[in-house]
């Protein structure tokens, strides 16, 4: 099975102009994704799924590191070749569903509509394609029906056939089930995993959700940043649980993992030792911090001994 998507040690860093900051929102992504496999990644919000998202789809570019899709490297594109991915290559599927879909045009016309922009299929094939794919997500019934005449299940069903319109090679779909109730969410991932198949397409969904874990081939978990393929997690924690890549700003800011705090008991203040080759940081405990606390326990301790003392000599 040939390889779709190749992530190389990919950073993204945005710039808060106001705060004066640099914040990571990746930190040296490895991906790999084969033709035809449905990946799902999964984590909190803020640990950067939408971020590497947007740039699976080139609607946002790596700060370093490559991206190749089908072989062709992304991060060098031209406008042009970015309209054509976005076109020919890539397939869009977001979190409300309402966003997927013209509201005010009905069912069959809002999957017309990207072939119609594309222009890769005929005119005259073009109404037989979005009627199979109407019946492939269960719409058959509701060709005729604006999306505020469906359900949230049925818009987002509308939403993947639109997204599968011009046959992209990739659909990139961001928390997909979100918006909607745990019944449907399980209707949808089930139609997915029949999709994939059927139209052997390249899926990548990320969400917080994971349910999706049961229906994916491969399952990432992001967290700050970093993924971590969770088929390999535990050879990865025996052999590399003490070695992460972690970005450090051009003012020596430096994000340390959270588990490394829970394994080291860094709290507030760490030492830091320099080397010929390497830098050690090590758990501190800040004395003048610790004086601190220990007069405000013997005030506390004096204010109660007066305290009762009053007491008594009434």
């Given at each position: 099975?040939?390889?779709?998507?190749?992530?190389?040690?990919?950073?993204?860093?945005?710039?808060?102009?106001?705060?004066?900051?640099?914040?990571?929102?990746?930190?040296?992504?490895?991906?790999?994704?084969?033709?035809?496999?449905?990946?799902?990644?999964?984590?909190?919000?803020?640990?950067?799924?939408?971020?590497?998202?947007?740039?699976?789809?080139?609607?946002?570019?790596?700060?370093?590191?490559?991206?190749?899709?089908?072989?062709?490297?992304?991060?060098?594109?031209?406008?042009?070749?970015?309209?054509?991915?976005?076109?020919?290559?890539?397939?869009?599927?977001?979190?409300?569903?309402?966003?997927?879909?013209?509201?005010?045009?009905?069912?069959?016309?809002?999957?017309?509509?990207?072939?119609?922009?594309?222009?890769?299929?005929?005119?005259?094939?073009?109404?037989?394609?979005?009627?199979?794919?109407?019946?492939?997500?269960?719409?058959?019934?509701?060709?005729?029906?604006?999306?505020?005449?469906?359900?949230?299940?049925?818009?987002?069903?509308?939403?993947?056939?639109?997204a599968l319109a011009n046959d992209p090679k990739i659909i990139l779909m961001?928390?997909?089930?979100?918006?909607?109730?745990?019944?449907?969410?399980?209707?949808?991932?089930?139609?997915?995993?029949?999709?994939?198949?059927?139209?052997?397409?390249?899926?990548?969904?990320?969400?917080?959700?994971?349910?999706?874990?049961?229906?994916?081939?491969?399952?990432?978990?992001?967290?700050?940043?970093?993924?971590?393929?969770?088929?390999?997690?535990?050879?990865?924690?025996?052999?590399?649980?003490?070695?992460?890549?972690?970005?450090?700003?051009?003012?020596?800011?430096?994000?340390?993992?959270?588990?490394f705090l829970k394994d080291t008991g860094i709290q507030n203040y760490v030492?830091?030792?320099?080397?010929?080759?390497?830098?050690?940081?090590?758990?501190?405990?800040?004395?003048?911090?610790?004086?601190?606390?220990?007069?405000?326990?013997?005030?506390?301790?004096?204010?109660?001994?007066?305290?009762?003392?009053?007491?008594?000599?009434?």
């Amino acid at each position: 099975m040939s390889l779709m998507i190749d992530c190389r040690n990919v950073i993204k860093i945005y710039y808060n102009r106001t705060k004066q900051i640099k914040m990571a929102a990746l930190r040296g992504v490895e991906l790999k994704v084969k033709k035809g496999e449905l990946v799902a990644i999964v984590g909190p919000s803020g640990a950067g799924k939408s971020t590497l998202l947007k740039i699976l789809g080139a609607l946002d570019f790596p700060s370093s590191g490559t991206l190749h899709v089908g072989g062709k490297l992304v991060n060098t594109f031209t406008q042009s070749q970015i309209i054509d991915y976005h076109r020919n290559w890539v397939g869009f599927v977001w979190q409300a569903p309402l966003r997927n879909v013209l509201t005010s045009e009905k069912a069959i016309n809002n999957v017309l509509l990207p072939m119609k922009i594309g222009g890769k299929l005929p005119k005259n094939k073009q109404k037989e394609r979005a009627l199979d794919l109407l019946k492939s997500v269960g719409l058959e019934h509701r060709i005729n029906h604006k999306p505020t005449q469906l359900s949230g299940g049925e818009v987002q069903r509308l939403g993947i056939a639109v997204a599968l319109a011009n046959d992209p090679k990739i659909i990139l779909m961001d928390e997909p089930t979100g918006e909607l109730d745990s019944e449907t969410t399980t209707e949808i991932f089930t139609l997915l995993k029949e999709l994939n198949k059927f139209f052997d397409k390249t899926i990548v969904i990320v969400s917080h959700d994971r349910y999706v874990e049961k229906k994916a081939d491969v399952v990432y978990r992001i967290s700050d940043g970093l993924l971590l393929n969770i088929d390999l997690a535990r050879s990865i924690e025996v052999t590399d649980s003490k070695e992460q890549v972690s970005y450090v700003d051009e003012f020596g800011l430096l994000r340390i993992p959270l588990h490394f705090l829970k394994d080291t008991g860094i709290q507030n203040y760490v030492k830091i030792k320099s080397a010929s080759d390497r830098i050690e940081i090590l758990p501190h405990v800040q004395e003048a911090a610790v004086s601190d606390v220990i007069v405000k326990e013997t005030k506390k301790e004096s204010k109660g001994k007066n305290s009762k003392e009053d007491r008594s000599g009434k």
